[in-house]
């Protein structure tokens, strides 16, 4: 009986081991696309409503504007694609940008990436991982600092008095400032249980 128990755990032992030496558990390509294209629209409608609101209520009039619309169009598109959406970074303005574990492993490889001369656009990973016992596909499209991001994420010179104020007042731990163009921002994390 007992040596039936020993060869039991050391076989759990093994497939453990197994498991967890397992690489990359690598996505289908069509997974990849679905989840690269419902990223874009989120990207490109949040970039298009901010656009608007820079020009007409300039960038303090914006943050409303950011910080209600954003979770939205999230929302919307989520609720469309069926899939988890947010926003993650190492520095936060919302606290619930805080990235996970494995949010975190890629986004420090996002920033590798772009020392090493990558592009913006190309920064994407995807993986078939297991989240709490479901498994799961999970995808992350990397974020950079534009100009126009500036009047809100940028320096002490490029963040206006007003803004200033405003973000002081909206988000007291705020960290998301001192970014330059370029600089890895944050990205966009998709999660699809399979
Ligand atoms: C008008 C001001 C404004 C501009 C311009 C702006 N943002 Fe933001 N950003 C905000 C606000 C406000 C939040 C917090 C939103 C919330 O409460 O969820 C935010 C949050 C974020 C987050 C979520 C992570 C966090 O810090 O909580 C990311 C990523 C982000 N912005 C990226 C960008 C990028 C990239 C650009 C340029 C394309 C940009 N932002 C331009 C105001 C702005």
């Known amino acids: 009986m007992k040596t039936r128990h020993f ?11 197994a498991c967890a030496a397992t690489p990359n558990n690598a ?16 990207v490109q409608t949040l970039g298009g409503e901010l656009k608007t609101a820079l020009k007409e209520v300039g960038p303090a009039g914006a943050i409303s504007v950011c910080q209600e619309k954003a979770p939205q169009i999230a929302a919307a598109v989520s609720e469309q694609k ?4 947010r926003r993650v970074t190492f520095k ?22 772009l020392a090493k001369g ?8 995807g993986e078939v991982v297991q989240d709490g016992g479901t498994k799961t596909f999970r995808y992350m499209k990397g974020l ?4 126009v991001c500036m009047s809100c994420h940028g320096t002490r010179e490029t963040i206006s008095d007003g ?13 998301a400032t001192g970014y330059l163009p370029n ?3 944050g990205a966009v994390s998709l999660k699809k249980p399979m």
């Open 144 to 147: 950079v600092m534009q100009e």
């Open 82 to 85: 069926g899939v988890k959406l």
């Open 183 to 185: 600089m890895l921002r």
């Open 163 to 175: 803004v200033k104020a405003k973000l002081a007042e909206l988000y007291p731990n705020d960290q």
């Open 27 to 42: 996505p289908q390509a069509s997974q990849m696309e679905d989840a690269r294209a419902t990223v874009n629209q989120v």
């Open 7 to 17: 060869v039991l755990a050391g076989l759990t032992l093994a497939l453990l081991a």
């Open 118 to 125: 990558e592009t913006a656009a190309s920064l994407e990973y």
């Open 92 to 113: 936060s303005r919302n606290p619930k940008s805080v990235p996970d574990a494995w949010e975190t492993r890629v986004l420090q490889d996002f920033e590798q990436r």
